[in-house]
């Protein structure tokens, strides 16, 4: 079983940053692949980014490039969200997510995991 908490979730002014961080803990493997996810008040959940074993590989949603960066401590068996020129259109609450290779379902839909925290609110004001 794996346990996933997120931290640091808060308010933050239009085109501040604030930095996420997910610990784990249970049978966690530097194999394994971590997301990020979001729901908005009153939509779906939608994917964020998410990062490969060893940092091989980041993918992120239109959305969030070139200002969001997902990386792994796996010394820690952290994931941090390092969001950027957040906006108003990025408050939601937001979940870390987490699955045991190998991948049966795209890394970009929330099928992809096994495993989820509880979410951290992000609020960002205008």
């Known amino acids: 079983q794996v346990l996933l908490v997120e931290s640091w979730g808060g308010v933050v002014q239009a085109g501040g940053s604030l930095r996420l961080s997910c610990a784990a803990s249970g049978r966690i493997f530097s194999s394994d692949v971590w997301g990020w996810f979001r729901q908005a008040p009153g939509k779906e959940r939608e994917f964020v980014a998410t990062i490969t074993w060893n940092s091989a590989n980041t993918y992120y949603a239109d959305s969030v490039k070139g200002r969001f960066t997902i990386s792994r401590d796996d010394v820690k068996n952290t994931v941090y969200l390092q969001m950027n020129r957040l906006k108003t259109e990025d408050t939601a609450i937001y979940y870390c997510?987490?699955?045991?290779?190998?991948?049966?379902?795209?890394?970009?839909?929330?099928?992809?995991?096994?495993?989820w925290g509880q979410g951290t609110q992000v609020t960002v004001s205008s």
């Open positions: 997510a987490a699955t045991h290779p190998p991948l049966k379902k795209p890394i970009q839909t929330e099928e992809g995991y096994h495993y």
